[in-house]
């Protein structure tokens, strides 16, 4: 179908209103969100999960007259946040908000940069002791 036919047909223009509202209500702001810093330093960062859909349709009644036509457009949203990013002197961290881990896995997963963090300051501990010891 040509495009300017097309611009001129009830029912695109009843699509493109409905997808210009959905871009208005999603936009990368939502999925991350805008930062928020507090008093003592730490800067948080929201992420949701954002599922939408939308539909819309029309007829046309009759042959020539537009006033013949008949059509409806809608849409929905859902946002479900599921962590912030908890940046602090340099550090970055996640906090989940999702309901707590259920198999061992989840919780391997769910436990490892604490593991990492902790090996890493052990390691960090070690090193100092050795070079106290060499001076």
Same mark, same amino acid.
Request: aromatic residues 4%; hydrophobic residues 35%.
């Given at each position: 179908?040509?495009?300017?036919?097309?611009?001129?047909?009830?029912?695109? @223009?009843?699509?493109?209103?409905?997808?210009?509202?959905?871009?208005?209500?999603? =936009?990368?702001?939502?999925?991350?969100?805008?930062?928020?810093?507090?008093? =003592?330093?730490?800067?948080?960062?929201?992420?949701?999960?954002?599922?939408?859909?939308?539909?819309?349709?029309?007829?046309?009644?009759?042959?020539?007259?537009? @006033?013949?036509?008949?059509?409806?457009?809608?849409?929905?949203?859902?946002?479900?946040?599921?962590?912030?990013?908890?940046?602090?002197?340099?550090?970055?961290?996640?906090?989940?908000?999702?309901?707590?881990?259920?198999?061992?896995?989840?919780?391997?997963?769910?436990?490892?940069?604490?593991?990492? =963090?902790?090996?890493?300051?052990?390691?960090?501990?070690?090193?100092?002791?050795? @070079?106290? @010891?060499?001076?």
């Amino acid at each position: 179908m040509d495009n300017t036919m097309d611009k001129k047909h009830p029912v695109s @223009e009843l699509m493109r209103s409905t997808i210009e509202k959905i871009h208005e209500l999603v =936009d990368t702001n939502v999925i991350v969100g805008q930062p928020i810093h507090t008093p =003592d330093g730490v800067t948080l960062i929201p992420v949701s999960r954002v599922n939408f859909g939308f539909g819309s349709g029309g007829g046309d009644y009759g042959k020539a007259p537009k @006033e013949n036509f008949g059509g409806g457009g809608g849409a929905g949203v859902k946002i479900d946040p599921v962590a912030f990013l908890i940046i602090k002197d340099g550090v970055t961290r996640v906090l989940p908000v999702a309901a707590p881990p259920v198999t061992t896995v989840d919780r391997i997963i769910d436990m490892a940069p604490d593991l990492m =963090d902790k090996a890493e300051k052990f390691l960090d501990k070690k090193k100092a002791e050795k @070079e106290q @010891e060499s001076v």
